[in-house]
């Protein structure tokens, strides 16, 4: 735990190994490779490493292809066994990065059944945006850009980014869900996103967000070794002064709080594992 705890201090975020030319230049030989071994394994389309290493990949940051290909799968059984979702359901994947989640729902096939509703992804970073337009079929998903103030993204300048989910309508979707999302936004950018979601969701819809919880990474006895999240900042608890959205963690309290001030009629901090879900009903 010490070592990696101080790897965490020296890198703070694979946001910025992945800018790092270096890196970059050893990705291509590994796209070359590695990454066409994956697709052959897998049937699923890889995006560039240097795109995945962007959404996180725990310790992982030359041969997170097949985490890639798999992740989604678990995300999409959980919400369909609780009835949070179905393959007809409209659904937004707010910070959806390259598409690691929405790719188990374009590529399921089983007899003649497809996924027929609708999935807007949202992100912050141009040019995952940009892959996933194309390499989604625009039919069943929209990618939107969107903007938000974090030292480890330079402000996109463009005038389609909005700090909104402004492409959905009132009460149209299903489900508003993130991985790992809610662990880089502070107070103001978070509570941005929770209006936007209840905004956003149909009656007796439903959200489910990742955060890293104080109490819970406490319990599990992650805090003070992997995590410190020694500073504040508002409300919010940061691991790195210098890059505050690299990991950004908030008391249980503060996240449901804010989910029952926009109107959720219930909300719980539910799957306490490294990050613990925010899951609200409307």
Same mark, same amino acid.
């Given at each position: 735990?010490?070592?990696?705890?101080?790897?965490?201090?020296?890198?703070?975020?694979?946001?910025?190994?992945?800018?790092?030319?270096?890196?970059?230049?050893?990705?291509?030989?590994?796209?070359?490779?590695?990454?066409?071994?994956?697709?052959?394994?897998?049937?699923?389309?890889?995006?560039?490493?240097?795109?995945?290493?962007?959404?996180?990949?725990?310790?992982?940051?030359?041969?997170?292809? /097949?985490?890639?290909?798999?992740?989604?799968?678990?995300?999409?059984?959980?919400?369909?066994?609780?009835?949070?979702?179905?393959?007809?359901?409209?659904?937004?994947?707010?910070?959806?990065?390259? %598409?690691?989640?929405?790719?188990?729902?374009?590529?399921?096939?089983?007899?003649?059944?497809?996924?027929?509703?609708?999935?807007?992804?949202?992100?912050?970073?141009?040019?995952?945006?940009?892959?996933?337009?194309?390499?989604?079929?625009?039919?069943?998903?929209?990618?939107? /850009?969107?903007?938000?103030?974090?030292?480890?993204?330079?402000?996109?300048?463009?005038?389609?980014?909005?700090?909104?989910?402004?492409?959905?309508?009132?009460?149209?979707?299903?489900?508003?869900?993130?991985?790992?999302?809610?662990?880089?936004?502070?107070?103001?950018?978070?509570?941005?996103?929770?209006?936007?979601?209840?905004?956003?969701?149909?009656?007796?819809?439903?959200?489910?967000?990742?955060?890293?919880?104080?109490?819970?990474?406490?319990?599990? %006895? /992650?805090?003070?070794?992997?995590?410190?999240?020694?500073?504040?900042? %508002?409300?919010?608890?940061?691991?790195?002064?210098?890059?505050?959205?690299?990991?950004?963690?908030?008391?249980?309290?503060?996240?449901?709080?804010?989910?029952?001030?926009?109107?959720?009629?219930?909300?719980?901090?539910?799957?306490?594992?490294?990050?613990?879900?925010?899951?609200?009903?409307?």
């Amino acid at each position: 735990m010490a070592v990696e705890s101080l790897v965490r201090k020296l890198i703070p975020s694979t946001v910025l190994v992945a800018r790092n030319p270096l890196f970059c230049a050893a990705s291509c030989v590994v796209d070359a490779t590695y990454g066409r071994y994956a697709e052959w394994r897998t049937g699923v389309k890889m995006p560039p490493l240097r795109y995945i290493v962007r959404t996180g990949v725990g310790n992982n940051i030359l041969f997170p292809h /097949l985490y890639y290909a798999t992740a989604g799968h678990k995300v999409w059984q959980y919400f369909f066994s609780e009835g949070l979702a179905n393959l007809e359901s409209n659904i937004v994947d707010i910070g959806c990065g390259c %598409g690691k989640s929405g790719a188990a729902l374009r590529d399921f096939r089983y007899a003649d059944v497809e996924f027929s509703g609708h999935y807007y992804g949202f992100d912050i970073d141009t040019a995952l945006v940009d892959w996933c337009n194309g390499h989604f079929p625009p039919d069943h998903f929209t990618f939107s /850009l969107v903007n938000g103030k974090s030292s480890l993204y330079p402000a996109s300048g463009k005038p389609q980014a909005e700090k909104s989910l402004a492409v959905c309508q009132d009460k149209s979707i299903d489900l508003v869900f993130s991985q790992s999302l809610f662990s880089h936004l502070l107070e103001e950018d978070l509570e941005n996103y929770v209006r936007e979601s209840f905004r956003v969701l149909k009656p007796g819809g439903a959200m489910c967000m990742t955060f890293f919880c104080l109490e819970d990474l406490e319990t599990l %006895g /992650l805090l003070g070794q992997r995590w410190s999240f020694a500073h504040k900042i %508002g409300r919010a608890y940061v691991e790195n002064e210098a890059f505050p959205e690299a990991a950004v963690a908030y008391e249980r309290d503060v996240i449901v709080g804010l989910a029952q001030a926009v109107g959720f009629s219930s909300s719980k901090v539910i799957l306490p594992t490294y990050q613990s879900s925010l899951l609200c009903k409307k």
